[in-house]
């Protein structure tokens, strides 16, 4: 780290601290309306918008606990398949081999019933000779009664494979009865989570859609408010003073930005004076006339804060200032959007509605 970066490091938490010091401690309170009816009309527009876009309805939370539930479905039908094909293969694979087995058996069982026909042929043939030759006549009984033998022992093999190819086909039936239903209400699941998917998508749309007509009104609100603004249209969100009318919309960036992993915290609502001491701070050359800019780092003319009408933060993640580099930054740059907020490019700390 260069000698410039470190003492740039050190000044911004010197500002860090200042600002923290600066803005109006009180206890936690979460906001229980999305705005307040002492406000401008357009504030409350604001509001309003930003509320319907981050509430999610009764139809979008049972759709996502839906597509929960389908999600572990379609992981336990996964699982399933994959089971079912391995029990699949193995019955068509002992199908093959008890058919193979069984033809086998049949030809054997075919063969030794033509060699007890042949055998008894021959019997009969040598019992009509004459002169009856006794050792011809012994050796062919003997023939007849070891092929009757072997038919019978071979006959019972050829029952026995019979009987074990049709257990087989009866497995391999129900293997693949299993696993093509299996398959099916997997595809059935598959497609249904497509078709939420994308209902969801479209309920997210139309929240999106409430958000940015909600960033087309800040300037708006900026401008009403300025000529209104008082104390008593702010309040606190886990400690930091902010508008009412954007007070719902931080906390639910907050509590998803902590859901997230990336605790995020700041400064808020800050009065004349302290906008006054903080210009003195950051050593502005002018306190009422040089341009924000001018200052070692940039503050606004008192006056032209959005601080100090409670619409903008400066954003902390861990005690620490945000830079373009830090998880805070990213993941606001990414999401802050979606609650209505905006960062002021030359000051990766500094979010507010309408980006000033």
Known sequence: MTTRSAARLARRSRIAAAVAA????????????????????????????????LTPTPAYVAL????????????TRAAQITTLTAAHTTAQNTLTTAI???????????????DLATARNTLAVVQQQRPVKATAVATAKTTVTST??????????????????????????????????????????????????????????????????????????????????????????????????????FQQMLDDAKADGVPLSGGGFRTRESQIELRKINGCPDIYTAPASSCRVPTAIP?????????????????????????????LSANAARYGFQNLPSEAWHWSISGA
């Not at 009309?41 to 319907?52: D, F, Y």
């Not at 996502?64 to 992981?75: D, M, P, V």
């Open 100 to 114: 193979a087995a069984d033809a086998a058996a049949r030809t054997r069982y075919a063969l030794a019933r033509e």
């Open 303 to 331: 006056g032209r804060s959005l601080h100090e009408l409670g619409l903008a933060i400066d954003i902390t993640s861990g005690g620490r200032t945000l830079t373009s580099g830090s998880a805070g930054f990213k993941w």
């Open 148 to 249: 009757a033998r072997t038919t019978a022992t071979l006959r019972t093999r050829a029952g026995q494979t019979a009987a074990t190819l049709k257990s087989a086909q009866a497995t391999a039936t129900t293997a693949t009865t299993s696993l093509d239903s299996t398959v099916t209400a997997w595809q059935n699941l598959n497609t249904a989570i497509a078709t939420n998917q994308q209902r969801l998508i479209a309920l997210d749309t139309e929240a999106a859609a409430l958000a940015t007509q909600a960033t087309a009104l800040s300037r708006d609100v900026v401008n009403q408010v300025r000529g209104s603004f008082t104390t008593a249209d702010s309040t606190t969100v886990y400690g930091i003073r902010v508008n009412k009318t954007i007070a719902y919309a």
């Open 22 to 53: 600066l803005a109006t401690a009180v206890t936690v309170a979460g906001p229980s309306a999305p705005a307040s009816a002492a406000l401008p009309k357009v504030a409350n527009t604001w509001a309003s918008l930003m509320h319907r876009s």
């Open 64 to 75: 996502r606990q839906r597509l929960a539930t389908q999600r572990g479905t379609l992981a």
